[in-house]
C-alpha cells in the first residue's frame, strides 16, 4: 500500500494476509481488506458481527456464500452485502486464488465474530 497525494493505491498482491486500510485514512467511515484467498483454505466458521456490515467484491476466481440457510455462488465481477447481525460465511471454492475486496462499515465498530450454531461449511 501506498500513499500518492493523499491517496491510497493497493497493489495486487498474493501475500497471505491482506492489505488493510481504514479508520486512519478515512475517518472511520469504513474499513477494506483487499488480498487474496488461496484455493482450498478453510472457511470461517458460521458466524455474525453484530456492529458491521461487510461488502464483498470478488475480483478474480470465485467464492461460495454461506447467507442464512442459503448458499451461493460467487464469480468475478461479483458483489454480495451481508448486513449486520446476518449468520454467514464464504470460502474459495474454485481451484484458483480468489482476488477481491472486503468493506466493512462502519470502520471505527470493533469487528466481532459471534460463532452461530447450525449450518456451517468449513470444511470446503
Do not use: K
Request: aromatic residues 8%; contains cysteine; glycine residues 12%.
Amino acid at each position: 500500500m501506498e500513499t500518492i497525494n493523499g491517496c491510497t493505491v493497493i497493489r495486487s498482491s498474493q501475500e497471505p494476509e491482506p492489505v488493510s486500510f481504514g479508520p486512519a485514512e478515512i475517518a472511520g467511515a469504513y474499513r477494506v481488506l483487499a488480498g487474496t484467498i488461496p484455493a482450498g483454505q478453510p472457511a470461517p466458521p458460521f458466524h455474525v458481527h453484530p456492529d458491521t456490515d461487510e461488502a464483498f467484491h470478488i475480483a478474480a476466481g470465485e467464492g461460495t456464500f454461506l447467507l442464512g440457510d442459503r448458499e451461493i455462488r460467487a464469480t468475478a465481477g461479483d458483489f454480495v452485502f451481508v448486513p449486520r447481525g446476518m449468520p454467514h460465511t464464504a470460502w474459495n471454492s474454485g481451484d484458483d486464488a480468489m482476488v477481491g475486496l472486503i468493506v466493512i462499515s462502519p470502520g471505527g465498530a470493533e469487528h466481532v465474530f459471534e460463532p452461530v450454531a447450525g449450518l456451517d461449511n468449513t470444511d470446503s
